[in-house]
T-cell receptor
Framework: DAKTTQPTSMDCAEGRAANLPCNHS???????VYWYRQIHSQGPQYIIHGLKNNETNEMASLIITEDRKSSTLILPHATLRDTAVYYC??????????WGAGTKLIIKP | DTGVSQNPRHKITKRGQNVTFRCDPI?????LYWYRQTLGQGPEFLTY????????KSRLLSDRFSAERPKGSFSTLEIQRTEQGDSAMYLC????????????FGSGTRLTVV
């Protein structure tokens, strides 16, 4: 099953775009990349997912490289409420999400 | 139906006592998952159900843990003879299954064993 690697922590200024990288070099052709975030003491919240094409929704954009070995989550205009742990996850062949430790994103005023 | 509901939100129990948590998934979701999360770590898979059938259990799920999902609706997770190491957030999630469907998580039950 594919694994992901993410930086442990990142800072971003309020109002700027936050770009969170993720490596998934062993991903298989039919495995989706999912992004969740978790604000302190709450359950994880779904953000976005994709297979090959770039995706955008009201929360974020997901950019997947052509070889699918890495992706970037973009929060276009970060606010203080976006401070959270962001998880990049590959859904395995049994439709299960295997979680790493995520990236702690701190938005600074 | 507004999402996945978990009860209680918090539980403090003495070591050796039994505890039971409940999860009510989104009604049309046929898959239900239990995870455990300790401070600073991502969620760890415990078990999942496809309708009422428990299809997989993690090695983390010792004999003291049991989960049920009668009639494929709500689910319960029971921990017998609790230990201090069981202190964690217990998360429930549900999904439609399939790789193009994400999970919806509940707010979790935080267990503290004293």
């Amino acid at each position: 099953d594919a694994k992901t690697t993410q930086p442990t922590s990142m800072d971003c200024a309020e109002g700027r775009a936050a770009n969170l990288p993720c490596n998934h070099s062993t991903i298989s052709g039919n495995e989706y990349v999912y992004w969740y975030r978790q604000i302190h003491s709450q359950g994880p919240q779904y953000i976005i997912h994709g297979l090959k094409n770039n995706e955008t929704n009201e929360m974020a954009s997901l950019i997947i490289t052509e070889d699918r070995k890495s992706s970037t989550l973009i929060l276009p205009h970060a606010t203080l409420r976006d401070t959270a742990v962001y998880y990049c996850i590959v859904m395995d062949s049994n439709y299960q999400l295997i979680w790493g430790a995520g990236t702690k994103l701190i938005i600074k005023p | 139906d507004t999402g996945v509901s978990q009860n209680p939100r918090h539980k403090i129990t003495k070591r050796g006592q039994n505890v039971t948590f409940r999860c009510d998934p989104i009604s049309e979701h046929n898959r239900l998952y239990w995870y455990r999360q300790t401070l600073g770590q991502g969620p760890e898979f415990l078990t999942y159900f496809q309708n009422e059938a428990q299809l997989e259990k993690s090695r983390l799920l010792s004999d003291r843990f049991s989960a049920e999902r009668p009639k494929g609706s709500f689910s319960t997770l029971e921990i017998q003879r609790t230990e201090q190491g069981d202190s964690a957030m217990y998360l429930c999630a549900s999904s439609l299954g399939g790789s193009d469907y994400g999970y919806t998580f509940g707010s979790g039950t935080r267990l503290t064993v004293v």
